[in-house]
């Protein structure tokens, strides 16, 4: 699973295995270290909601950003057509978080790193001209 933070936006990419384990249980995480403290560390989770929650959201607490999709979202974009969930969650400050969740493309610029369990890329046979699938 790969995070992108950018301003007020947050970008989760998936792969293919951590699709099925996700559709499979309902969760996945990973955890990066900063330093060796115990604390110096973010998990970032994707997370299938309740059956009642009907909005996808975030949630932030004791260094873990979770992002819930909405259990509906998560059925569509586990379908093979569809690229990703896009929400906007007001933060109640004035103020939005951009949120996409995303399948986790092949480049088709050439490169071969990182690879391994992308999707196919929908553009495969055309140049690049989505930044977006190839970063």
Known sequence: MKLRIRG???????????????LRTGRIQDTIHFAS?????????????????????VRYWNREVTVVLAASHALQWSKDSSVGVYTQV??????????????????????NSDQEDTFTNPN?????QQADFCA
């Open 8 to 22: 007020s936006s947050l970008r989760v990419r998936v792969g293919r295995t951590e699709l099925a384990e996700f």
């Open 124 to 128: 495969a046979g055309s140049a690049c």
């Open 37 to 57: 403290a115990p604390y110096a560390k973010l998990t970032y989770v994707l997370q299938i909601s309740a059956a009642d929650v009907t909005e996808t959201h």
């Open 90 to 111: 007001p933060l109640g400050t004035g103020e939005i978080l951009d949120i996409t969740v995303e399948k986790d493309f092949a480049c088709i610029d050439g490169s």
